[in-house]
């Protein structure tokens, strides 16, 4: 295997807005950034993350880490660092990067190719930005070795921000995502009825998400009257509810949205539930447009959360969707995934995602959920995967 590459091309135009990361990491003190994340080194190189680790990290004693580096101001001397193993994908795809290395092994290995870089190159690096809770511990300390006098800190801030506003192509494999998770979902539903287990269900939708070119990352299934949402024997039986919410992944981007079934005919209790978690939804969505305080969601929809007969067991939640699941704009500082309020008090911004869930656990008829993917536009908002939003019949498909 040819063990690295070296190139300079201008063959590909720089896919981000390199004025705006420039401004970001003014604004952060920051001259320079490694940037070691997955997620954050396809943002930046625009080419699919490497084969081999794409959904793994671990490879013999050490793991994965891929560094892309960038100086402000000089994207001319921005570099990659990739594994050895990525040579023959890059071949394929190069990157817009003007340096590319494929020679990296191991977490410490690009760590130190990286540093020869950046002292070759001549940039400042007196203020060095890391993903901090992306960088390993013995990568971290060989990039202070050799910078001993350096200013490190975190720049997972800077790189959120600029992630922040998505492109139309982001905005094409979120709604791609979306649709498919829906149409997977709906797939499984048709096709499944009375006795299945619940750890049936999830493998099935498994398999229908990779069927339609997703990556399953994962599934919260609960069935009957538990509020249970892991995988178990439990059988998915006549008049007994189904909550299913999953992620598939689309070259990258999250699909991440839930649907409810029924096995049978939906009674007017149920119908009466799934309608007050429809009002909730469609308040949130109302006033979802540019330049709305990214708080006035959570205002709107606790609003009509409070005018709903089921509120003690119901709960709102909305966050940022994109190549990360809470990820910009972060709306609560009160919710499951803990970080602060940033946009709560600053506009929405067209090309923004947003997750927008409500979630009723009923202390009879069980767990009952929608979650829907939100993006704004010019003009106000465009729903990602609207399908399936009413009571979905359970073994349709069954049934000759």
């Known amino acids: 295997?040819?063990?690295?590459?070296?190139?300079?091309?201008?063959?590909?135009?720089?896919?981000?807005?390199?004025?705006?990361?420039?401004?970001?990491?003014?604004?952060a003190g920051l001259d320079l950034l490694l940037v070691t994340s997955k997620h954050n080194v396809q943002y930046l190189l625009d080419v699919e993350r490497a084969i081999f680790f794409d959904y793994m990290d671990a490879l013999g004693v050490?793991?994965?880490?891929?560094?892309?580096?960038y100086a402000k101001g000089a994207p001319d001397k921005a570099a990659y660092v990739g594994h050895r193993m990525e040579f023959y994908q890059r071949e394929v795809v190069r990157p817009w990067i003007p340096e590319l290395r494929t020679s990296g092994n191991g977490s410490v290995d690009p760590i130190a190719t990286a540093v020869d870089i950046i002292r070759r190159t001549g940039v400042s690096a007196k203020r060095i930005g890391v993903e901090m809770a992306f960088l390993p511990m013995d990568a971290g300390k060989a990039l202070r070795d050799a910078f001993p006098d350096s200013e490190i800190k975190d720049a997972l801030f800077v790189l959120e921000r600029l992630r922040a506003v998505?492109?139309?192509?982001?905005?094409?494999?979120?709604r791609t995502a979306s649709d498919l998770v829906i149409e997977s979902m709906l797939d499984v539903i048709a096709h499944h009825g009375a006795g299945t287990t619940k750890r049936q269900l999830f493998e099935a939708l498994r398999i229908a998400e990779v069927k339609r070119g997703l990556t399953f990352e994962y599934c919260l299934l609960a069935a009957g009257?538990?509020?249970?949402?892991?995988?178990?024997?439990?059988?998915?039986?006549?008049?007994?509810?189904?909550?299913?919410?999953?992620?598939?992944?689309?070259?990258?981007?999250?699909?991440?949205?839930?649907?409810?079934?029924?096995?049978g005919e939906p009674d007017q209790e149920l119908q009466d539930l799934l309608g007050e978690i429809e009002a909730v939804q469609r308040a949130a969505f109302a006033v979802i447009k540019p330049g709305a305080m990214g708080g006035l969601i959570y205002t709107a929809a606790e609003r009509a959360l409070k005018e709903r007969s089921h509120h003690e067991n119901s709960e709102f939640l909305a966050h940022g969707m994109g190549l990360v699941s809470h990820e910009a704009p972060r709306l609560t500082a009160t919710g499951p995934?803990?970080?602060?309020?940033?946009?709560?008090?600053?506009?929405?911004e067209p090309g923004m995602v947003i997750s927008v869930?409500?979630?009723?656990?009923?202390?009879?008829?069980?767990?009952?959920?929608?979650?829907?993917?939100?993006?704004?536009?010019?003009?106000?908002?465009?729903?990602?995967?609207?399908?399936?939003?009413?009571?979905?019949?359970?073994?349709?498909?069954?049934?000759?």
């Not at 892991?230 to 299913?244: C, K």
């Not at 995934?337 to 929405?348: G, K, S």
């Not at 979650?371 to 399936?388: C, L, N, P, S």
Request: aromatic share 8%; glycine share 10%; charged share 25%.
């Open 166 to 174: 998505k492109t139309p192509a982001e905005l094409a494999r979120l």
């Open 357 to 400: 869930e409500t979630t009723m656990k009923h202390p009879n008829r069980g767990f009952i959920k929608l979650e829907d993917t939100v993006a704004v536009t010019a003009t106000g908002h465009e729903i990602f995967g609207e399908g399936g939003r009413g009571w979905n019949l359970g073994g349709t498909a069954l049934r000759g």
């Open 1 to 27: 295997m040819q063990d690295s590459v070296q190139t300079r091309t201008a063959s590909r135009a720089i896919p981000f807005d390199t004025d705006k990361l420039d401004r970001l990491m003014e604004e």
């Open 337 to 348: 995934v803990r970080y602060d309020a940033f946009d709560a008090e600053r506009p929405l």
């Open 225 to 263: 009257t538990s509020h249970n949402r892991a995988p178990s024997e439990l059988r998915w039986e006549e008049g007994d509810v189904l909550s299913l919410d999953s992620g598939g992944n689309y070259h990258g981007y999250i699909g991440d949205l839930a649907r409810m079934a029924v096995l």
């Open 62 to 69: 050490s793991r994965y880490l891929p560094v892309v580096i």
